[in-house]
């Protein structure tokens, strides 16, 4: 069984400031890892994804997330938060296949301080 | 955009009526899904179909059935809605880049049920 926590359901920051959100998994097999965000009143959008390539994931509007496996985490980073980037983030991780086997976390609300 | 179309948007019903919200796909893609997303509870997967024809429950089905007739068409109703059964709903497909699963949404239902 997989499993997804984030920890914080709601994060500030300042504008231009560093943004960290926090993602660990839980995975009986190499996992497939996942940030998607989500912008008020719309659907979820792919950030971007880990696929068992390069541990060091760039996404799109520059944020990007590390797979450490020692540790279970896929964190997502962005140097410099924009005003732009208030919404809500899900990790998510899969197995690979089709189905059920895709697990959303509880997602973490990012809100940028002028 | 993943081609994926979601009606009604909104729709506001009364308890014990019943509700029919549809998903459109033009990806021809093999796999559908049926979300909730309720607050605190991240995303939830109510039904899913590997075909047509061909569908399964997922974590929080009761309540719920699904028809899919059709490669592009995925059905959700609820045959008595209830006060708990408000939510907004989301479709998804995958199968769009390769084999590592990841989900592509639509914009999204929002039902209300008084």
């Known amino acids: 069984a997989q499993s997804v926590t984030q920890l914080g359901s709601h994060v500030s920051v300042s504008e231009g400031a560093l943004v960290l959100l926090r993602c660990n998994y839980s995975?009986?097999?190499?996992?497939?890892l996942f940030w998607y965000v989500q912008y008020p009143n719309q659907g979820l959008q792919l950030l971007l994804k880990?696929?068992?390539?390069?541990?060091l994931v760039k996404g799109i509007n520059g944020f990007e997330a590390e797979f450490k496996k020692s540790e279970t985490s896929f964190h997502l980073t962005k140097p410099s938060a924009h005003m732009s980037d208030a919404a809500e983030y899900f990790c998510a991780v899969s197995d690979g296949n089709y189905g059920q086997n895709f697990v959303f976390g509880p997602g973490t609300r990012l809100s940028v301080l002028p | 955009d993943a081609g994926i179309t979601q009606s009604p948007r909104h729709k506001v019903t009364e308890t014990g009526t019943p509700v029919t919200l549809r998903c459109h796909q033009t990806e021809n893609h093999r796999y559908m899904y049926w979300y909730r997303q309720d607050p605190g509870h991240g995303l939830r997967l109510i039904h899913y179909s590997y075909g047509v024809k061909d569908t399964d429950k997922g974590e929080v089905s009761d309540g719920y059935s699904v028809s899919r007739s059709k490669t592009e068409d995925f059905l959700l109703t609820l045959e008595s809605a209830t006060s708990s059964q408000t939510s907004v709903y989301f479709c998804?497909?995958?199968?769009?880049?390769?084999?590592?699963?990841?989900?592509?949404f639509g914009e999204g239902s929002r039902l209300t049920v008084l």
């Open positions: 998804a497909i995958s199968g769009v880049e390769g084999n590592t699963g990841e989900l592509f």
């Open positions: 880990y696929t068992s390539a390069a541990t």
């Open positions: 995975s009986s097999v190499p996992p497939y």
